[in-house]
């Protein structure tokens, strides 16, 4: 998990709180701080999400490219294998 989620999820979840504080107390500026704070951390929890999915699809290719890569090397061992008894 990406340390923007995990602080994401932190902001997100402070921002809700003290809105809601906001909306019990009257006190308006505290909830507009605290929908800020949401917005944060819900934007943070997308950058991390992101990051996640690069680095996910990054780590799917190279498994991919070393498939390939082991694959040449069994067919080019069967070749030289075929030619030797020859």
């Known amino acids: 998990m990406d340390k923007d989620k995990v602080k994401g999820a932190i902001d997100d979840t402070a921002g809700?709180?003290?809105?809601?504080?906001?909306e019990w107390t009257g006190d308006t500026r505290t909830q507009i701080e605290g929908a800020?704070?949401?917005?944060?951390?819900?934007?943070?929890?997308?950058?991390?999400?992101?990051?996640?999915?690069?680095?996910?699809?990054?780590?799917?290719a190279?498994?991919?490219?070393?498939?390939?890569?082991k694959l040449q090397r069994e067919q080019a061992e069967r070749e030289h294998a075929a030619h030797s008894h020859r």
């Open 16 to 22: 809700r709180v003290k809105r809601q504080v906001g």
């Open 36 to 60: 800020a704070q949401q917005v944060k951390g819900k934007a943070e929890k997308v950058v991390g999400n992101l990051k996640d999915t690069v680095k996910d699809a990054k780590d799917d």
């Open 62 to 69: 190279q498994r991919d490219q070393e498939k390939k890569e």
